[in-house]
């Protein structure tokens, strides 16, 4: 079986290229980019004429909720959702009932996200740091990478006891294990449902002090640049978190981050009416935070975008602001929001933009992912782009199985059209049928 991508323009920047040419797949490898001359035999062709053809989107921050909250989301749901956001390898958080800190669950989602009514999709598990997510003990983790997990993490739960996070970080650091740090000190935060501030005043609700980020993002700075331990820095959402993250890359230490869609999309202004979509952890902060979180992600501080999918069931998400759940169904709209936000605007270009949203994502947590060179991933993960479509996101039309989606009714410009993952896992319906032609 021999497929042909044609035409399109190659953005891949794990090899820096940015080019019009056609990518050949043959049984569900990459062999071939740029000009092709062999054109003998293919079976399909893709007119991709307008369109780019990128390795397939790696999202390294996603909620799956399987096993014990299925009615939010399943590893079937949120991996389709991922393949129609544009996703070929995903990582799932390990704050599930029961979480994921043993071999044997991590054993259970690997199974089920290979499994045929899956999505289609590589699901890289993030393992618990310590045990139950309790931050008291560490979990087992020299099985749980044995078993697979690509990162440690106490996701929304962050740890909060330094001399355990440093030992947390010397044990990783012998095993290869990333930690993935949610940075937050709960004795600031605790309470706190969006920024602390001015309008949190007014719409007289408990406020989240920016310092609660900040201390916790300069801690596990710290810690990771005495230990050697390499440490992502989850969603950052203050101007400050970022000064620190570049102050500490500056002396060495080994500290990535990422940023998701809701941080530089949204501020506390459109709580406005006390809705719930928009209640997030870190808060949305204030225009003054994006305005810098802007350069930051020009200047490569904030290396990855990735989407937070957070998955709730709309009786959840229907009540009191202060009852509500923190975060926002986003995997199928984050790269529609970063072209329209980012690439658009001219703040990113599109090799800096697949960047941040394929190729660092997976060379930070070692995925065999992120890159169109042949045979460096165990089967061909390309992502077809239409960078200048415009279309409205519907959350009835989204295949995730929550609807909390601050995204619904919003018009971008920019979709996925086409989604590889061996073969053709997700075609959209804006791919114009008359671009595709079967010769079998
Ligand atoms: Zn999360």
């Known amino acids: 079986m021999r497929t042909l991508l044609r035409n399109g323009r190659i953005i891949d920047p794990s090899q820096g290229l940015d080019v019009i040419g056609s990518v050949l797949i043959e049984d569900d490898q990459v062999i071939e980019v740029g000009e092709i001359e062999d054109l003998s035999d293919i079976d399909e062709v893709y007119d991709c004429t307008g369109f780019w053809i990128t390795p397939g989107l790696v999202d390294m921050h996603v909620h799956l909720r399987e096993p014990g909250q299925e009615h939010k989301e399943t ?27 043993n071999p044997a669950i991590i054993d259970f989602i690997l199974d089920k996200s290979a499994s045929p009514e899956a999505g289609g999709v590589f699901v890289a598990p993030v393992g618990a740091l310590t045990k139950g997510l309790q931050g008291k003990e560490l979990s087992n983790l020299g099985a749980m990478k044995r078993a697979g997990i690509v990162a ?93 993250i570049r102050l500490m890359k500056s002396l060495g230490a080994p500290v990535t981050c990422e940023i998701c869609p809701m941080h530089f999309t949204f501020t506390e202004e459109h709580i406005g009416d ?79 933009t697949i960047n941040k949203l394929s190729t660092k994502p997976a060379q930070v947590l070692h995925l065999d992912a992120g890159t169109l ?8 993960q390309l992502t077809v782009i239409d960078p200048n479509v415009e279309w409205k996101f519907d959350r009835n039309k989204s295949f995730s199985k929550s609807k909390n989606a601050p995204f619904h009714n919003m018009t971008f410009k920019g979709k996925a059209l086409l989604t590889f993952c061996g073969g053709e896992i997700y075609r959209d319906a804006l791919f114009p049928s008359e671009r595709y032609a079967i010769y079998m």
């Open 75 to 101: 590893i079937q749901t949120g991996t389709q959702a991922a393949a129609a956001g544009g996703y070929t390898t995903i990582c799932c958080m390990p704050n599930t009932n029961p979480p994921l800190d």
């Open 373 to 380: 060179v042949p045979g460096e991933t165990p089967v061909a």
């Open 152 to 244: 440690a993490s106490d996701e929304g739960f962050p740890v909060q006891n330094s001399q355990l996070m440093t030992d947390a970080m010397e044990f990783c650091v012998q095993l290869g294990l990333p930690i993935m740090a949610h940075c937050d000190d709960t004795s600031l935060s605790e309470g706190g449902v969006m920024n602390d501030g001015a309008v949190s005043a007014m719409l007289g609700l408990k406020g989240t002090p920016r310092t609660a980020e900040e201390i916790a993002t300069m801690r596990n700075c710290l810690l990771s640049l005495h230990t050697g331990c390499p440490v992502h820095i989850m969603r950052v959402s203050t101007w400050g978190a970022v000064e620190i």
């Open 274 to 352: 006390f809705d719930t979509k928009f209640k997030m952890q870190p808060p949305l902060r204030t225009k003054v935070d994006i305005e810098l979180l802007e350069q930051a992600l020009q200047d490569g501080t904030i290396d990855c975008i990735a989407s937070d999918h957070s998955p709730h069931a709309s009786h959840e998400v229907d009540v009191p602001f202060d009852e509500a759940p923190y975060g926002a169904s986003t995997i199928e709209a984050t790269l529609a929001v970063t072209l329209t936000n980012l690439m658009h605007t001219g703040i990113l270009t599109p090799l800096e």
